[in-house]
């Protein structure tokens, strides 16, 4: 074991088996948890930020024991993470390391930006497309038809 | 489209819209059909737009249908505080299909997704009124005979205009050269103009309506409104600068025709009125064909 892993350890501990997500951006810890709904789960959830990161500077980290996320559910959090990875661990060994994936749609998570909309005056699960086009990720609300776009985000 | 709500002008395909106006000729042709009898159509106007609803229910009576419904929130269970939803549930038990007005932004769309009956968006806020771009392309077609290869001039309001929005996207469906002309504070928003640059199509924009006159097929005009203004100044300024009189019309093209989603106010000097190239009263009239159109090939009649 090098002296950086090392020192990762220390700092949030490691976990039997579960799952990992790493490289979370600093300002997206908390909303990642809101996203994956974390504040619900009743297993043991360990989590650091302002990490040191090689690539980012400053990171998150989030660790879920017994858990093992679905493909989809992880993916809802790219909105705000788009450069996180999911790290399976079983054993205390990686069995399986990817990055999340933006996916097409996103249901529930986000609130329509636009006041009158529709899903902002009655009791409506928001739906959004998500458009990717010139570099900037925005999403495209499934009944109003504006567009909310990345920094007017807002979780519910 | 038996059974298909119409929500937004993309519900249909550009094969579905080309057969509404075939079926809407035939209607021109023929406009009394005893065809839709046993149907209840609703008509939901949590909205009042008399000239909407009365289009639609001129249509369902000449198909020999019932029509029941509302024409403001006031004297509907809305002002009890009944949501959309159970609104919508209740009356698609006493009608066959579903006319709707609201003043909320995807209330039809959400009204498709909870009702058993089909659903038409006859305006939904500021977002989609697919009924009149399927009235406005029919008034196209039937003045210049074709929808394609056509300069077609917008004219006012582009920015707020749900109309504009709407058709503009329609016309990308073929080779439409778009002329924009409105004041720079009005300009068609970047999210429409998208829909033409990705379809390769020509378009110029203009500050003055006297440029475009001599090279348009067809003359959209719109509203500009007050409200839309926050400096009061600003308004001043605009409103005055695109009002259409007939002597303006003398180098317009002999085919040329003046459309107009109404209600006009004072963006058409009524001089026009009577100049053969004014199309809006008849284009208000189209409407009522392509409403019959739509309600009898939703209800599976045509």
């Given at each position: 074991?090098?002296?950086?892993?090392?020192?990762?350890?220390?700092?949030?501990?490691?976990?039997?088996?579960?799952?990992?997500?790493?490289?979370?951006?600093?300002?997206?810890?908390?909303?990642?948890?809101?996203?994956?709904?974390?504040?619900?789960?009743?297993?043991?959830?360990?989590?650091?930020?302002?990490?040191?990161?090689?690539?980012?500077?400053?990171?998150?980290?989030?660790?879920?024991?017994?858990?093992?996320?679905?493909?989809?559910?992880?993916?809802?959090?790219?909105?705000?993470?788009?450069?996180?990875?999911?790290?399976?661990?079983?054993?205390?060994?990686?069995?399986?390391?990817?990055?999340?994936?933006?996916?097409?749609?996103?249901?529930?998570?986000?609130?329509?930006?636009?006041?009158?909309?529709?899903?902002?005056?009655?009791?409506?699960?928001?739906?959004?497309?998500?458009?990717?086009?010139?570099?900037?990720?925005?999403?495209?609300?499934?009944?109003c038809e504006k567009?909310?776009?990345?920094?007017?985000?807002?979780?519910? | 489209?038996?059974?298909?709500?119409l929500i937004s002008i993309n519900d249909f395909?550009?094969?579905?819209q080309?057969?509404i106006l075939?079926?809407?000729?035939?209607?021109?042709?023929?406009?009394?059909?005893?065809?839709?009898?046993?149907?209840?159509?609703?008509?939901?106007?949590?909205e009042?737009s008399t000239r909407t609803r009365?289009s639609f229910?001129?249509?369902?009576?000449?198909?020999?249908?019932?029509?029941?419904?509302?024409?403001?929130?006031?004297?509907?269970?809305?002002?009890?505080?009944?949501?959309?939803?159970?609104?919508?549930?209740?009356?698609?038990?006493?009608?066959?299909?579903?006319?709707?007005r609201h003043p909320?932004d995807?209330?039809a769309?959400?009204?498709?997704?909870?009702?058993?009956?089909?659903?038409i968006n006859a305006g939904d806020g500021s977002n989609q009124h697919p009924t009149q771009t399927l009235l406005d392309m029919y008034s196209i077609r039937k003045t210049?005979?074709?929808l394609?290869?056509l300069?077609i001039a917008f004219v006012g309001d582009l920015k707020y205009g749900r109309t504009v929005h709407s058709l503009t996207m329609a016309l990308t469906q073929y080779?439409t050269?778009f002329h924009l002309v409105s004041?720079?504070?009005l300009k068609l928003p970047?999210y429409v103009k998208?829909h033409i640059?990705?379809?390769?199509?020509?378009?110029?924009?203009?500050?003055?309506?006297?440029?475009?006159?001599?090279?348009a097929?067809i003359i959209y005009m719109t509203r500009i409104q007050?409200e839309r203004?926050?400096?009061?100044?600003?308004?001043?300024?605009?409103?005055?600068?695109y009002?259409l009189?007939?002597?303006?019309?003398?180098?317009?093209?002999?085919?040329?025709r003046v459309l107009h989603p109404l209600p006009r106010v004072?963006e058409i000097?009524?001089?026009?009125?009577?100049?053969?190239?004014?199309y809006y009263f008849q284009q208000a009239l189209n409407g009522v064909?392509v409403r019959?159109?739509l309600?009898?090939?939703?209800?599976?009649?045509?």
């Amino acid at each position: 074991m090098n002296n950086k892993e090392t020192i990762k350890e220390m700092q949030v501990s490691a976990i039997e088996n579960g799952s990992v997500i790493d490289h979370i951006p600093v300002q997206g810890v908390f909303q990642v948890i809101k996203i994956l709904n974390l504040d619900q789960i009743e297993d043991m959830v360990l989590f650091g930020n302002n990490l040191p990161s090689g690539k980012y500077g400053k990171k998150g980290i989030i660790k879920v024991r017994n858990k093992f996320f679905k493909r989809e559910d992880i993916n809802k959090i790219a909105l705000v993470a788009p450069s996180a990875t999911l790290i399976v661990i079983k054993d205390y060994k990686v069995v399986d390391k990817t990055v999340v994936e933006i996916p097409d749609r996103v249901e529930k998570i986000v609130k329509c930006f636009n006041p009158n909309c529709i899903t902002n005056n009655e009791r409506i699960t928001t739906k959004f497309d998500v458009i990717k086009d010139e570099d900037a990720l925005k999403l495209r609300c499934h009944y109003c038809e504006k567009t909310t776009s990345k920094e007017n985000l807002v979780f519910f | 489209m038996n059974n298909r709500n119409l929500i937004s002008i993309n519900d249909f395909s550009k094969e579905e819209q080309i057969k509404i106006l075939d079926i809407a000729e035939g209607f021109e042709k023929n406009p009394s059909q005893n065809i839709l009898s046993q149907a209840v159509v609703a008509t939901l106007f949590f909205e009042p737009s008399t000239r909407t609803r009365l289009s639609f229910e001129s249509a369902a009576s000449r198909l020999g249908a019932k029509v029941i419904g509302f024409s403001s929130s006031a004297s509907s269970s809305v002002s009890k505080g009944e949501s959309l939803k159970d609104t919508i549930l209740t009356v698609s038990n006493y009608s066959d299909i579903i006319v709707m007005r609201h003043p909320i932004d995807g209330s039809a769309r959400y009204a498709s997704e909870v009702s058993p009956v089909p659903v038409i968006n006859a305006g939904d806020g500021s977002n989609q009124h697919p009924t009149q771009t399927l009235l406005d392309m029919y008034s196209i077609r039937k003045t210049q005979g074709r929808l394609d290869k056509l300069n077609i001039a917008f004219v006012g309001d582009l920015k707020y205009g749900r109309t504009v929005h709407s058709l503009t996207m329609a016309l990308t469906q073929y080779e439409t050269t778009f002329h924009l002309v409105s004041p720079l504070e009005l300009k068609l928003p970047s999210y429409v103009k998208r829909h033409i640059k990705q379809k390769d199509l020509e378009y110029h924009q203009y500050t003055d309506l006297m440029e475009v006159i001599p090279k348009a097929d067809i003359i959209y005009m719109t509203r500009i409104q007050r409200e839309r203004f926050s400096d009061p100044m600003e308004y001043e300024k605009v409103k005055n600068a695109y009002n259409l009189d007939n002597a303006m019309l003398a180098n317009a093209k002999d085919n040329m025709r003046v459309l107009h989603p109404l209600p006009r106010v004072n963006e058409i000097s009524e001089d026009v009125d009577t100049n053969p190239k004014a199309y809006y009263f008849q284009q208000a009239l189209n409407g009522v064909y392509v409403r019959q159109a739509l309600l009898a090939s939703i209800l599976g009649v045509k």
